[in-house]
């Protein structure tokens, strides 16, 4: 009788450990840690989210389509709680002491380049309801935000293009926009937001429909050193700005951890 009480105390103690330590294990310990043992807040975390806007930025993490879910709430942070902002002043910083040793010729063949979506106005405001990019790209809904002509300029960007005018540079524009479709509402949403004095504004032309942003705006740079513009710099939010042929002597990214063009 004492052996069998015994064995049942033995018995409930045993269910009594197993239900305060439900995923104990009493054999060797496993030095292995699985992909799907991480846990998800981990993934998520500030480092995981540091490590994957360097590779966006290194342009190491190409052609991604969306931004992962668990970084939604630290690219929002990002753009909207003044760390942007920052890098966009070291940047163009650094553009603004490049250009200052530059002697602008008289022949007015001296040239700059900028993109305009999100590189001198913003889509932050169109952004933000996609999620900060973790939605997948709508085109037709991009559309009918740029055809609004209120994208706000970024105000770092819009110094850098005057100073540059004033310097004497021929700045170009040159945009993935569509000609047909966005020509007025992009002329005047950068007329309303101070840009003016820039020599060209070139949009996507039907004959470029369908080609990659590389291609097609390697063509228009090689169109305009044949002009016999000289390409001091290049500025641009993403790599495909920067890429191809006739690049510029200098190109700058502006950060944009929010989409990827090809």
């Known amino acids: 009788m004492i052996r069998a009480m015994a064995h049942r105390v033995q018995e409930l103690l045993v269910q009594v450990v197993l239900a305060i330590f439900p995923k104990a294990t009493f054999g060797k310990p496993s030095c292995q840690l699985r992909a799907s043992d991480v846990p998800a807040e981990a993934e998520g975390g500030n480092g995981f989210w540091l490590s994957w806007r360097l590779a966006v930025e290194a342009n190491n993490m190409s052609a991604w389509r969306t931004v992962p879910p668990q970084c939604q709430r630290h690219v929002e942070s990002y753009m909207t709680g003044g760390q942007y902002e920052q890098d966009l002043k070291l940047i163009v910083d650094q553009v603004t002491a490049y250009a200052n040793g530059i002697t602008v010729s008289n022949d007015g063949m001296d040239a700059w380049i900028l993109d305009i979506d999100d590189t001198i106005i913003s889509n932050m405001l169109y952004y933000k309801g996609k999620r900060y990019g973790c939605d997948p790209f709508d085109a037709a809904g991009f559309k009918a935000w740029a ?90 939010d993403q790599w495909s700005d920067l890429q191809g042929q006739f690049m510029g002597k200098r190109t700058f990214k502006i950060p944009n951890p929010m989409y990827f063009v090809r």
């Open 147 to 236: 055809a609004r002509g209120e994208c706000p300029a970024i105000p770092a960007v819009l110094g850098l293009f005057k100073k540059l005018v004033d310097d004497g540079f021929k700045v170009i524009l040159l945009t993935g926009r569509d000609q047909e479709t966005l020509g007025p509402a992009t002329f005047n949403n950068l007329r309303n937001q101070g840009f003016h004095g820039y020599e060209r504004l070139i949009m996507k032309m039907q004959a470029y429909k369908g080609q990659s942003a590389i291609t097609y705006k390697s063509d228009i740079r090689r169109q305009l050193v044949e002009e016999g513009y000289r390409i001091w710099g290049n500025v641009g």
